[in-house]
């Protein structure tokens, strides 16, 4: 397993390998790690190299400073308008959007949410997979008081919670707790906020340790079964096949032998 020293982009992307965890880190503390246009990009760019690492089993996605992030750059779009620029809605821009590749990134990803995460945060926490939140920070999509749409957390957020209080949350803007969000399901578990980071951390690395086709096939197959009748969803064969694997047998024999498998990936 490699590890390797954390890189900054000039975006304030910061990427660090640890072992088979990829770890992302949003540092642009001084504008609540807005998700400026340079910075959406070289976000989905490690994420798709991501895909194309065998290495990389799991991704931790955290930010710097007292927000985990505080959604598109406002500052940045409002000096595109003063310059009478086009201003495209999420869908409709030449790259991929930032969420859609989170969700459909088949690597896991935790989200240490160590500070607020509102507006486009709370919608790139809601595409990971699995979210593990401090005491009392702030979620929510207030879009609808500044005219903007949160296009994916209007399509998400009621497919994650009952549609009156996912609706609730959409059309009055108002923040949530992450203890509401973790009654409801939302947020994984909440932990003191020194211990966010080192939790998503060992849960990402205890993913790290199984099977890579394994899960892979899952992770894959609950996202693309989710809204299939059940006889469709069963019949679905994506990804690779763990069960032809070579590490499929060396699964069943390091379990009989009690002894630590080691997985080739094939």
Avoid at 208 to 214: D, G, I, Q, R
Wanted: glycine share 8%; hydrophobic share 40%.
């Amino acid at each position: 397993m490699s590890e390797e020293p954390a890189h900054r982009h000039e975006s304030g992307l910061v990427t660090e390998t640890r072992g088979h965890v990829r770890v992302f880190t949003l540092d642009r503390p001084e504008r609540r790690n807005a998700l400026s246009a340079a910075l959406q990009t070289d976000l989905v760019e490690e994420l798709l190299s991501c895909a194309e690492d065998p290495q990389v089993r799991a991704v931790v996605l955290t930010g710097n400073g007292p927000a985990f992030c505080a959604g598109f750059d406002l500052k940045e779009i409002r000096e595109l308008d003063q310059q009478g620029g086009h201003f495209r809605p999420p869908m409709d821009r030449p790259g991929r959007s930032l969420f859609e590749v989170v969700s459909e990134t088949y690597v896991p990803i935790v989200a240490a949410l160590t500070g607020h995460a509102v507006a486009g945060g709370f919608e790139l926490a809601l595409a990971c997979d699995i979210r593990i939140a401090a005491p009392g920070i702030k979620l929510g999509l207030p879009e609808a008081t500044i005219g903007m749409g949160a296009n994916y957390g209007s399509v998400v957020l009621p497919k994650r919670l009952p549609m009156g209080i996912a609706l609730e949350m959409l059309l009055t803007g108002e923040y949530v707790t992450s203890e509401d969000a973790a009654r409801w399901g939302l947020v994984n578990r909440v932990v003191p906020a020194e211990e966010v980071l080192p939790a998503a951390l060992a849960l990402a690395g205890r993913i790290a340790a199984n099977a890579p086709l394994s899960v892979r096939r899952m992770k894959e197959t609950a996202v693309k079964a989710l809204d299939l009748p059940l006889a469709t969803a069963l019949r679905l064969d994506v990804g690779p096949n763990p069960y032809l694997s070579e590490d499929r047998r060396e699964g069943i024999a390091a379990h009989l032998e009690k002894r630590s498998p080691q997985w080739s990936g094939r």
